[in-house]
Nanobody, 116 residues
Framework: QVQLVESGGGLVQPGGSLRLSCAASASFFSTNAMGWYRQAPGAQRALVAGITLSGSVSYVDSVKGRFAISRDKTKNTIYLQMNSLKPEDTAIYYC??????????WGQGTQVTVSS
């Protein structure tokens, strides 16, 4: 069974930075484009950033220029560098395949809280 383990969240002031990590099984990681998703209180889970197997990246408009997604093939891990954080970035952050039909079970996520 594929396991996704997110980490790196925390409490940060507006304007601060965090780096999230997501570790996956080698087979899942090596065969899927990956994405970071977030779910704010009272909202649906939504895609934030994606990275293909070839390294092409994409972002939702609200995080462009502030967030950067990357992947480390040697560690079967993807990262989300988040800079210039805003209160509206507060959410639980998850990783999974970029394409819905390839989603596996969701991990526990990592909480990001942006507050002064």
């Amino acid at each position: 069974q594929v396991q996704l383990v997110e980490s790196g969240g925390g409490l940060v002031q507006p304007g601060g930075s965090l780096r999230l990590s997501c570790a996956a099984s080698a087979s899942f990681f090596s065969t899927n484009a990956m994405g970071w998703y977030r779910q704010a209180p009272g909202a649906q889970r939504a895609l934030v950033a994606g990275i293909t197997l070839s390294g092409s990246v994409s972002y939702v408009d609200s995080v462009k220029g502030r967030f950067a997604i990357s992947r480390d093939k040697t560690k079967n891990t993807i990262y989300l560098q988040m800079n210039s954080l805003k209160p509206e970035d507060t959410a639980i952050y998850y990783c999974n395949a970029l394409r819905q039909r390839q989603w596996t079970n969701w991990g526990q996520g990592t909480q990001v809280t942006v507050s002064s």
